[in-house]
């Protein structure tokens, strides 16, 4: 049995079969190699794109899936181990994980860091707890890592400029109202140095850099592949001569819990928004990100309007890839 828990944990062979496997099921949408097969799918947090592209994923695979939220429309869950559990959760985790296991064929997850102590959070807890007490493939559906949103990112940067080695991609911080998860800017770096894309991460302030666990893997994985990891805070030097812009926005992790403070650094960094004088010192890059977005705070309207603007292939991309994984997981049989 094989979990989705991050890239890190698959070959790049592995994953490209995903992909490939992908771009045939997105020629054959519809079939039925999951037949009476069931996943359960838990969000401890909002989403629009990941639900709805699971939910329809296992639809046209002949699957079913049932969408849980803890604490909301099922029993809030307890993850830490040897808790006395007089607080909020009803469950723990080990019977969740448990039951869901008897009833389903697959698990996914979706529970974002709590922003308040990143050495607990870093460690990605919740998911280890669940992949620990399941007995079926569990899927990250976004913790501090969002493997389902790189699939999608590679499938749409492989559509549209080719073999991704040797590449310029380009990862940059946009300001926002309020410091977000690193989830997608710490999948970028691996699925883009996974892939042997020569990246620059164009961040404002060294308080920006990811945690070293992931610019380690990004800078391991690049060597392995044959590209490279750069750091700037210049950003005409970034985006010059880029093949792939890839933008987010991530709170600084220095002042993680300490959202007031963090403001007044990222305050004068609004100019990082993507627009159209960037873009045209690129190599006609493509421009992508993965949604939510809001406009004219990290894109203009005239770059998410423009053709070059991908977004949109990116999020149809994800129903693609994810019933790849799911025809992987589950040991279906489908074109590929
Ligand atoms: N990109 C992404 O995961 O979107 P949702 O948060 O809407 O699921």
């Given at each position: 049995?094989?979990?989705?828990?991050?890239?890190?944990?698959?070959?790049?062979?592995?994953?490209?079969?995903?992909?490939?496997?992908?771009?045939?099921?997105?020629?054959?949408?519809?079939?039925?190699?999951?037949?009476?097969?069931?996943?359960?799918?838990?969000?401890?947090?909002?989403?629009?794109?990941?639900?709805t592209s699971f939910e329809i994923g296992a639809f046209q695979l002949g699957?079913?899936?049932?969408?849980?939220?803890?604490?909301?429309?099922?029993?809030?869950?307890?993850?830490?181990?040897?808790?006395?559990?007089?607080?909020?959760?009803?469950?723990?985790?080990?019977?969740?994980?448990?039951?869901?296991?008897?009833?389903?064929?697959?698990?996914?997850?979706?529970?974002?860091?709590?922003?308040?102590?990143?050495?607990?959070?870093?460690?990605?807890?919740?998911?280890?707890?669940?992949?620990?007490?399941?007995?079926?493939p569990v899927i990250n559906m976004e913790t501090i890592v969002h493997p389902?949103?790189?699939?999608?990112?590679?499938?749409?940067?492989?559509?549209?400029?080719?073999?991704?080695?040797?590449?310029?991609?380009?990862?940059?911080?946009?300001?926002?109202?309020?410091?977000?998860?690193?989830?997608?800017?710490?999948?970028?770096?691996?699925?883009?140095?996974?892939?042997?894309?020569?990246?620059?991460?164009?961040?404002?302030?060294?308080?920006?850099?990811?945690?070293?666990?992931?610019?380690?893997?990004?800078?391991?994985?690049?060597?392995?592949?044959?590209?490279?990891?750069?750091?700037?805070?210049?950003?005409?030097?970034?985006?010059?001569?880029?093949?792939?812009?890839?933008?987010?926005?991530?709170?600084?992790?220095?002042?993680?819990?300490?959202?007031?403070?963090?403001?007044?650094?990222?305050?004068?960094?609004?100019?990082?928004?993507?627009?159209?004088?960037?873009?045209?010192?690129?190599?006609?890059?493509?421009?992508?990100?993965?949604?939510?977005?809001?406009?004219?705070?990290?894109?203009?309207?005239?770059?998410?309007?423009?053709?070059?603007?991908?977004?949109?292939?990116?999020?149809?991309?994800?129903?693609?890839?994810?019933?790849?994984?799911?025809?992987?997981?589950?040991?279906?049989?489908?074109?590929?």
């Open positions: 049995m094989r979990h989705f828990l991050s890239t890190q944990d698959w070959s790049r062979a592995d994953l490209q079969s995903l992909l490939d496997r992908a771009a045939k099921l997105r020629d054959t949408p519809i079939g039925e190699p999951l037949k009476g097969r069931t996943i359960a799918l838990l969000f401890l947090n909002p989403s629009m794109r990941t639900r699957a079913h899936a049932v969408i849980l939220e803890p604490g909301k429309a099922a029993w809030g869950i307890e993850f830490e181990p040897g808790v006395v559990m007089d607080g909020e959760a009803e469950e723990h985790i080990a019977e969740v994980a448990g039951v869901l296991s008897r009833y389903c064929d697959a698990i996914g997850l979706r529970a974002f860091p709590l922003f308040k102590d990143w050495s607990i959070d870093r460690q990605d807890r919740v998911i280890k707890a669940l992949a620990e007490h399941a007995s079926v389902c949103q790189e699939l999608a990112l590679m499938r749409t940067l492989q559509d549209h400029i080719g073999q991704p080695d040797g590449r310029k991609f380009v990862l940059t911080w946009t300001w926002h109202p309020r410091p977000l998860n690193t989830a997608v800017a710490n999948s970028a770096l691996l699925i883009a140095s996974k892939f042997g894309l020569n990246i620059t991460m164009l961040i404002p302030d060294d308080a920006y850099l990811l945690d070293e666990k992931f610019m380690d893997a990004a800078h391991y994985q690049a060597e392995d592949a044959g590209g490279s990891v750069e750091t700037t805070t210049d950003i005409e030097s970034a985006y010059t001569g880029a093949d792939f812009v890839y933008a987010k926005s991530w709170g600084a992790l220095p002042f993680y819990g300490r959202p007031e403070a963090e403001a007044k650094l990222r305050e004068p960094y609004r100019h990082f928004m993507v627009d159209e004088q960037k873009m045209a010192l690129t190599n006609q890059a493509r421009f992508s990100h993965c949604l939510p977005l809001r406009r004219n705070i990290k894109a203009t309207d005239a770059v998410m309007n423009a053709d070059y603007c991908v977004a949109l292939d990116e999020a149809e991309n994800r129903l693609h890839v994810q019933k790849a994984l799911l025809v992987e997981l589950l040991g279906g049989s489908s074109p590929g």
